[in-house]
Structures are given as C-alpha cells and as structure tokens.
C-alpha cells in the first residue's frame, strides 16, 4: 500500500489540484448566487405589476437602491398608520403623487370632504408604474376595499419620458387590477394632471396623456375624467401663480379649494352612486 503524501506529489501536479479545486468552488457559489437570484427574482415579479409598454423602464428603475429605498418606506408608513387607527372600510380612496400626498399634509383632508369617509394613501414622486406595484395595491388599497378610488398620477411619468399612450395604459391596466378584487362597480375617477408653470415645456405631452386618458373614461364604465386645470388658469390663459409655491409645481393650501369646486361634485356622484 503506497501512501501518497503532499511531499510525493510533483510540484505541477499539486498546482493543477489546487487550481481545479478553485474552479469547483467559484462554480458551485455561482450556481447558488444565481439560485438565489432566480428565487429572488419571481418574488420580486409577483410584487411588481406593470404595463408591458413600460416593463423594461419600470424594472430599471425599481432595480436601483433608491427606488427600493424610498418605496419601502412609504409603504410601511402607510401600514403603521392603518395599524394604529385603522379608518373604516367602503369609503372613498385618493391615490397618487405628491399634488394628492400634500393635500393630506397641508389640510384638514378629511374635513374638506365630510360628510364623505375619505382615505388619503398618495406618496410622493410616484408615478403611474408604482401605483400598479403589487405592495401598493395589495397592502394600501385592497384592504380600505373603498367603493370610489380617485387617482391623481402621471406628472412625474412624464419627467422619466414616458409617452402619453403608457399613462393612459397604466391607468387602464390599474383600473383593471382595482375592478378584478373591488368588484367590477368600483367608482374610479381620474384627476387631470396639473399644467403647472414648471411643467410648460411638457405641456403638449401633458394635454396629449390628459386627452388620451378622458377619452378611455368616457368609454369604460364607472370611469370618469374631472379636468382642474380650468380653476388653475386666469382669464388670460396662464397659470395662476398665486396658486403655486416657488417650484411653479406644488399648491399653495388655498390652490385645493379652487380644485374642490370642480372635484367635489364628481366625488359626491360617484359616492351617491356607490351607495344607492
């Protein structure tokens, strides 16, 4: 019986050893890496739904750590509120981006629309690609199970470049995914999006996703467009400053009672209808 001992092998001999043993391990921590990363990555899929039109955008942008971050964190916000007063089901729920996040900031929300039951779930900086995320719908909106849902999204789309037709496809594909678990007779209604000051060099791209999305909501049932851009607007055709803070993008406090004269009437419809 020969022993083979470290000394016995010739020096090549024992460097092609160690160099096959190397490249067995770095293979087998590859193929766990991509296990992992598979199984990581169908998680991540039944979270996120969006528009085949904006898969590619989407998924680069929900792939960097601050969009992760920031998401996250409104999210379980929102779950702690919900947590620790829990408002009552059935009601009226606003959703969107930071126009409807900081009427709920700025204001007596719930004051301005009693006697309705309202919800205000918008966050800032989203756009129509994260209203459709499943941890949006599935832990902010399904639970209220609200019978009216009134969306305000897709300014901040159009600063990422998407086109007028992929607003107006996420908001059907959302309207689509509220109407499979809220029930085919949800009331939703789209907010135009605001022509502000800031927003002028995308004015044409604005009013072409604004036209675009009414034109879906007169022939969808239950839909409707309520366009505030008329109160926002002087005599003259030009965005009242007065309305707008420094940004020529965010409202004063005083812009939303000047939105309420449009927007209550549609809401107080829907929600008689809702109920009837």
Not at 106 to 111: E, I, K, T, Y
Request: charged share 25%; aromatic share 10%.
């Amino acid at each position: 019986k020969t022993v083979v001992t470290k000394d016995s092998i010739a020096p090549h001999s024992l460097f092609m050893a160690r160099r096959h043993f190397s490249v067995v391990l770095c293979m087998q921590t590859v193929s766990a890496v991509c296990a992992f990363t598979t199984s990581t990555g169908s998680v991540r899929q039944h979270w996120r739904r969006r528009s085949p039109l904006t898969a590619t955008r989407s998924a680069t942008a929900a792939s960097t750590p601050r969009a992760m971050e920031w998401y996250d964190g409104e999210i379980r916000r929102f779950v702690r509120m919900d947590r620790a007063d829990s408002p009552p089901g059935g009601g009226v729920l606003f959703v969107g981006s930071s126009i409807f996040r900081e009427w709920r900031e700025m204001r007596d929300f719930a004051g301005d629309w009693s006697p309705i039951p309202v919800i205000n779930r918008a966050f800032g900086g989203s756009e129509t690609t994260d209203q459709l995320q499943g941890e949006v719908m599935d832990a902010v909106v399904f639970p209220h199970a609200p019978r009216v849902l009134v969306y305000y999204c897709g300014s901040n789309d159009l600063n990422s470049g998407a086109t007028p037709a992929e607003i107006r496809d996420n908001f059907k594909e959302w309207c689509s995914l509220s109407r499979r678990h809220l029930g085919p007779k949800v009331r939703v209604i789209f907010v135009s999006i605001n022509r502000a000051p800031q927003k002028r060099p995308l004015w044409r791209a604005l009013d072409d996703a604004n036209a675009l999305v009414e034109a879906y909501c007169r022939d969808a049932p239950h839909t409707r467009f309520v366009d505030v851009n008329g109160v926002l607007f002087d005599g003259a055709g030009q965005p009242r400053h007065d309305l707008y803070r420094e940004d020529g993008l965010h409202f004063h406090p005083q812009a939303y009672d000047e939105i309420l004269t449009v927007l209550r009437g549609a809401v107080e419809e829907a929600w008689g209808e809702a109920v009837a």
